[in-house]
């Protein structure tokens, strides 16, 4: 197998770890009715919340091996398929019945996340990102996180949830650029080095940032608004860190920018009936019998 088709299965690994631990999660910070400390020590002790956690161990180590065989720009754009992968995971782990309409945008989202990738072609990684580099990028991201936390102050739940994801998504990102840099080190140097260098301690840091964002999009709102924000957003801004701080190529040109635009268009849009389509909550036969099955 070819470094970029290791790169693409390890990524869809990582797309139904992901997928994985989000739903158990899901279902472990939504039971019941506590709040403030009983709500954590109630989700401390839930097994489903533990085992969310060993699903995103799985998937650390799995999105490791995709960018270090691979470029950000391609692995990235890859995890949207989690989106999918959940759906199958709801059909099949939590008996739901889906709507027609749901199975139809989840192939759509598949052919134009096809699309997009085999139009722009993803590839090159020209250069280690500077010191410069690295400070721009973090501080900005730092930034931007600040002002969506704040702005989930004294917001409704949907506002509360999306803005709480979109900050959990810029720091997945980040997150993915110290991963590939603390990979490339361990692969370079071995164990010594890795616990040496920086990249480490940062993937850390933008680590425990991102799960505590994220539980915060869970437990604020449903679902459907947290989501595909972060599946969305993560792929994007991984795109902007790949290019500026790697010097990943992506192919250029007229037509290519009309393909992808439509088919990323389309991958959104997709997205967005997606998580409309199914319903709020992971309760099984949550949907009428009326409604189909795809």
Not at 20 to 47: E, K, N
Not at 52 to 79: D, E, N, Y
Not at 185 to 199: D, E, I, K, Q, Y
Request: with cysteine; charged share 10%; proline share 4%.
């Amino acid at each position: 197998m070819t470094s970029t088709g290791v790169a693409v299965a390890f990524a869809l690994l990582t797309a139904l770890a992901n997928a994985t631990a989000v739903m158990m999660q899901h279902v472990a910070t939504t039971a019941g009715d506590h709040r403030g400390w009983a709500w954590v020590r109630h989700v401390v002790r839930h097994p489903l919340w533990l085992f969310g956690w060993v699903g995103m161990i799985a998937s650390l180590v799995f999105q490791a091996l995709a960018l270090h065989a691979g470029p950000l720009s391609l692995v990235q754009p890859l995890l949207v398929s989690e989106l999918v992968l959940a759906l199958v995971l709801r059909r099949l782990w939590r008996r739901q019945r889906l709507s027609a309409r749901a199975w139809t945008s989840a192939v759509v989202t598949t052919l134009a996340l096809a699309t997009v990738l085999v139009a722009t072609d993803p590839h090159g990684v020209t250069h280690a990102p500077t010191r410069t580099a690295w400070v721009t990028t973090t501080l900005a991201t730092a930034l931007a996180v600040t002002v969506l936390v704040l702005l989930a102050r004294g917001a409704g739940p949907g506002r509360r949830a999306a803005s709480f994801a979109t900050a959990t998504a810029i720091l997945w990102a980040l997150e993915a650029t110290f991963i590939k840099s603390a990979t490339d080190v361990l692969v370079g140097g071995g164990v010594g080095a890795l616990f040496t260098s920086w990249p480490l301690y940062a993937l850390v840091v933008a680590g425990l940032g991102g799960l505590t964002t994220e539980q915060l999009a869970l437990r604020e709102g449903p679902l459907r608004v947290s989501q595909p924000l972060i599946v969305i957003v993560d792929p994007l801004v991984s795109v902007l860190y790949g290019v500026g701080l790697f010097g990943e190529h992506l192919a250029s040109g007229g037509g290519v920018a009309v393909v992808a635009g439509v088919a990323g268009i389309c991958v959104c849009a997709g997205v967005v009936v997606m998580t409309t389509a199914v319903p709020e909550s992971l309760v099984p036969e949550a949907l009428p019998a009326s409604a189909g099955e795809g």
